[in-house]
């Protein structure tokens, strides 16, 4: 191929805008994303900001509804509870087998009932317990609650402190949550305390079990968001059962003491939930207010023609936003180019089809009038040229059309360029013409040249090359292939001896349709893509490629050097 590009003496023409139908068949197509915008400008809310926010709360509120729960500090209240009880049991029956039960004569053993029932109350009058008193028969003896004889007492009710009432939307609150907790896996549920009016040691197996000699403790269920503590002990002097005390206890200090913990931890998490709606809806801005702009952005550089629009610069930012940002960017700067290229193509094609179907037109309108014989074979000879370069130029066309879509399809795999370039050194050597340049292929020794590619599309590469060279050679001049490898990079240049590049047109020749061919060529023998599409396939293979002089010691051009640098495999 040649050093190729558009004519000089040409200037490339403005694409002409298609007639009439463009625009209307564009107006559908907007029409859609113009309804989806305004559905989304409706939103006063950020649907992100919801789901950072959401999230953010239910994580927050599945911790503070954990430790709400306090079944393990809930169950060491009551143990302490109930071992305090148990000390105080053991006391109180001590003090009642040492001072308030005696042997009277008429019966081998009873007990006083004055001395007994002051007894019990001055004993649980500072611990805000009730003690009930069972003899040896399992019979009610005594009760704390009472003045006077058992069945004929008055009962005694200790006053709630002052202010203690309804706790008003806490206590609902808590209410609701302790019913809540009671279905939770390890809540094992309680029997209901009642109160016996003439109850006996029957009634209550703590009272049963001490009358055998054992200590034992039962909670109950009392209320709906309450217990009863029940310790019942032996009554015994010198190891003989005299009777059991049983006490009993609400477990109102437990649950003031849950209260307090649940209430500290309803502070802290007042404190946590609006420093997490803060953080949340910062965070929810710092990632949906520039999403939001990119998209809005992005509609607008699709309706623009003009391309004032640009996409907001995020790419400061060091997260996903600002790779985001640059990636619309960069995506947007690519497809610019990209349809600058595809009007300065399409606008190169029409230059270039147009001159050739020009002198067509003008030779056939000729041929028409000439009478002369020869001047119809020269007409003739110029008409199939004309369409030998038409042909030439679609054919070179078509490929550069289907190039990009094939560079992307294309499954790479390991191309060996040593093997590729000693296969073209000897087809050129087949097919040389007499006369013609030698070609002269030097590879480095122990030298791995594998490159990943499309090994049809290098082949074209290099044979492009091997072609311009060729063009530009004297008759028995040589063109020298060296093949090496640059740390991780596989380098080959083809050297020539012919008159070289024009100063300044270095890149230049890499643009399409530029001819620049050695004098006594025939006019149109060539499209002019061959150098632009070796440019593009390199380009595609993350390579590069470039065009240079070689110089002597006078700095007298020697000829012309390409060099191909492709990443190694």
């Not at 009710?157 to 009432?165: C, D, I, K, R, S």
């Not at 049963?208 to 503590?229: F, K």
């Not at 292929?441 to 074209?460: P, T």
Request: glycine fraction near 8%; hydrophobic fraction near 40%; charged fraction near 25%.
């Amino acid at each position: 191929m040649a050093k190729d590009g558009t004519h000089p003496e040409d200037g490339p023409t403005a694409p002409e805008p298609p007639a009439g139908g463009g625009s209307a068949s564009a107006a559908p197509a907007e029409d859609a994303p113009r309804s989806g915008e305004r559905q989304r400008k409706r939103r006063l809310i950020s649907p992100i900001s919801v789901h950072i926010l959401a999230i953010n709360m239910l994580a927050l509120s599945i911790l503070v509804a954990g430790v709400l729960y306090l079944g393990d500090y809930r169950q060491s209240l009551i143990r302490a509870e109930l071992s305090a009880l148990r000390t105080q049991a053991q006391l109180f029956a001590v003090a009642l087998a040492e001072g308030a039960m005696h042997l009277d004569q008429s019966s081998e053993q009873q007990v006083a009932t004055n001395i007994r029932n002051q007894m019990l109350r001055r004993l649980v009058e500072a611990t805000g317990t009730r003690a009930r008193l069972f003899n040896r028969a399992g019979e009610l003896a005594a009760d704390s609650r009472y003045f006077g004889k058992t069945r004929q007492a008055v009962e005694v009710e200790q006053l709630p402190p002052p202010g203690t009432g309804e706790g008003g939307t806490a206590d609902a609150v808590f209410d609701i949550y302790d019913r809540l907790t009671r279905w939770l896996p390890g809540t094992l549920p309680l029997s209901h305390y009642r109160e016996i009016p003439e109850p006996s040691a029957a009634d209550y197996p703590e009272v049963m079990s001490a009358l055998m000699g054992d200590d034992s403790r039962i909670v109950r269920a009392y209320s709906q968001d309450s217990m009863m503590l029940s310790v019942a002990v032996p009554v015994q002097r010198y190891k003989r059962i005299l009777g059991a005390l049983m006490l009993t206890k609400p477990s109102a200090s437990i649950d003031n003491a849950l209260l307090d913990v649940r209430l500290d931890i309803l502070k802290i998490f007042g404190v946590a939930i609006a420093i997490t709606t803060f953080l949340s809806i910062y965070l929810a801005r710092t990632i949906a207010r520039p999403v939001k702009r990119l998209a809005a952005a992005a509609d607008r550089v699709r309706r623009d023609h003009s391309r004032e629009e640009e996409i907001p610069d995020f790419t400061t930012r060091n997260d996903e936003i600002g790779d985001l940002s640059h990636a619309l960017r960069g995506m947007t700067a690519a497809l610019w180019t990209r349809m600058d290229a595809i009007e300065r193509f399409a606008a190169d094609v029409a230059h270039e089809i147009k001159n050739p179907l020009t002198s067509l037109r003008s030779a056939v309108e000729t041929a028409a009038r000439i009478k002369d014989i020869d001047q119809q074979r020269k007409l003739m000879s110029i008409i199939q040229d004309d369409v030998g370069r038409l042909d030439r130029l679609i054919s070179d066309i078509s490929d550069a059309s289907r190039l990009d879509a094939e560079l992307s399809r294309s499954h790479r795999e390991p191309v060996d360029l040593a093997g590729m370039l000693s296969t073209l050194a000897d087809v050129h050597a087949t097919t040389a013409a007499d006369g013609g340049p030698k070609l002269v292929l030097e590879i480095m020794d122990g030298e791995k040249l594998s490159v990943q590619g499309m090994e049809g599309r290098l082949v074209q590469v290099f044979r492009n090359l091997i072609a311009n060279a060729v063009t530009f050679s004297p008759p028995g001049g040589a063109i020298r292939i060296t093949a090496s490898r640059d740390r991780k990079a596989a380098v080959v240049t083809i050297d020539d001896e012919g008159p070289g590049i024009p100063p300044g047109k270095e890149e230049a020749i890499f643009q399409r349709f530029y001819t620049e061919r050695p004098q006594g060529e025939k006019f149109g023998t060539h499209s002019g893509l061959g150098l632009s599409i070796s440019q593009q396939i390199v380009d595609a293979h993350d390579g590069t490629i470039r065009a240079s002089n070689r110089l002597g010691a006078d700095g007298k051009i020697l000829g012309a050097r390409f060099t191909v640098t492709l990443p190694a495999a």
